[in-house]
């Protein structure tokens, strides 16, 4: 039997308290509590959240291991303050039969570092043109509830609309990476001012609200749950805003990224800025942030998108898309977010741990620190600051676009089902 007791911890910003946790679970929350035989850690100035739930990683195993595996994709999770990641499905072979989730669900059982949940693709081989699997994977031992051909749009009306008819059934959800194929046609960056400047191929805002707007009213039509990956502009926000006014089943979620870095990085050149989508401008990081604030968007998702060195070093227009995310998520948020006074840490956990489980219908995680629930902890300390470098990470890829960047705070320990992952900041 293990026992923890951490001392003097916020939890989710309340005053200063102890939390007990005997054998995987929380059994005492109150002041000044007896050690007995548990391990005390120092929680002193730290907040205690509900372990973090990223509702998109990519782990890119099976098929491209030097990017990342699943083990290694865990760790930077752990490292993160994560709990619980949802793998996205553009492996190769791709995750659209039963075979490939449980093997990605096996791997993360065996890494047994975070809780890994394997997203299904919605059509076979992300090609667009026939329906995966749904069934098979929403049945097998992984349970799949979440479904995206993510790294591409499922643009075909018919394919989507029977996508959303078939995942119903289950109370399974389309998770769109909204991007008109057509508009966006070897784009290689916000289209506005700067694309214009430097003379790389625009990606208009519209090639993501058009796609947005038409499956808004698919899911209306239907009656189906719809998320949205990684809204990016202004527009969308607003468009969401109209859908979830109106009732319409619809979720949403941002990058880290998205909340605080602009298409101006682009003018360096430097492809660890290449992203999809894109950087946009400072109005769009206003409106996406005021976003979150306000509920429209239901949560923050890394987008967690490791690439080997070869793919990154290189000149821009040959870069692949794409940024780590993981291990600076809770940092970006809590430096955008609860420094600038736009949310608390109620509504941390909520947008970071209780949205995303919830609509990734995870039932294990994204639950209130108390008595009774599983001990999926997260000790975050906002009172240091941090210069981010690459080589302090520990994803098996080094494309962070924070390198050189001063974030404020830092993860101190993750407790997983009981078990520290991380303490002192450092992987157990
Ligand atoms: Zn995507």
């Known amino acids: 039997m293990s026992q923890y007791l951490l001392k003097d911890v916020s939890v989710v910003g309340g005053a200063p308290t102890d939390v007990l946790i005997n054998d995987g679970v929380i059994a005492e929350i109150g002041a000044g509590l007896n050690a007995g035989e548990a391990t005390v850690i120092d929680g002193s100035g730290t907040i205690a959240l509900p372990g973090l739930v990223d509702l998109h990683t990519h782990l890119r195993q099976p098929g491209k291991e030097e990017a990342e595996t699943v083990l290694s994709g865990s ?15 553009n492996t190769n072979p791709v995750a659209d039969t039963a075979g490939v989730v449980e093997q990605v669900w096996r791997l993360g059982n065996e890494a047994g570092l975070v809780d890994v949940r394997p997203v299904g693709a919605v059509t076979r081989g992300l090609e667009g ?8 994977m929403a049945d ?55 694309s214009g400047q ?45 859908a979830k006014s109106r009732g319409i089943k619809v979720t949403a979620e941002v990058t880290p990224h998205h909340l605080i870095l602009t298409d101006e990085l682009v003018t360096s050149y430097n492809p660890v800025f290449k992203v999809n989508p894109p950087l946009r401008t400072q109005a769009d990081v206003e409106a996406v942030r005021e976003g979150l604030a306000d509920g429209t968007i239901d949560i923050v998702a890394t987008d967690h998108a490791p690439h080997p060195s070869q793919d990154k070093d290189c000149e821009w ?3 692949a898309f794409g940024m780590t995310g993981l291990e600076t998520a809770l940092q970006v948020v809590h430096t955008t977010m609860v420094k600038t ?39 975050f300390n906002p009172n240091t600051e941090v210069v981010i470098t690459a080589e302090q990470s520990v994803s098996a890829s080094r494309n962070t676009p924070f390198a050189g960047m001063k974030l404020a705070g830092s993860v101190q320990a993750t407790f997983f089902n009981g078990r520290p992952t991380v303490l002192d900041g450092k992987l157990v």
């Open 198 to 242: 430097l003379g790389l191929r625009g990606w208009p805002a519209v090639a993501e609200e058009a796609i947005i707007a038409r499956d808004v009213l698919l899911a209306d039509h239907v009656g189906a749950r719809l998320h949205i990956c990684h809204l990016s502009t202004a527009g969308s926000v607003e468009i969401i805003r109209w």
């Open 129 to 136: 043109s026939a329906l995966a699997e749904l069934g098979a």
């Open 75 to 89: 760790r930077a999770a752990a490292a993160g303050g994560f709990t619980s990641v949802h793998a996205m499905a």
């Open 341 to 379: 006074g736009l949310i608390n840490w109620q509504q941390v956990a909520d947008r970071m741990s209780y949205a995303p489980a919830n609509i990734g219908r995870v039932t294990t995680q994204g639950q209130a620190i108390a008595v009774g629930a599983p001990a999926n902890i997260t000790l």
């Open 140 to 194: 097998s031992v992984a349970q799949v509830r979440v479904f995206s051909d993510d790294g591409k749009c499922v643009h075909d009306p018919v394919i989507m609309r029977r996508a959303l008819e078939y995942v119903k059934a289950f109370d399974g959800v389309i998770a769109q990476h909204a991007q008109e194929p057509k508009l966006t046609e070897d784009s290689q960056m916000n289209e506005g001012i700067i």
């Open 317 to 319: 227009v040959a870069a």
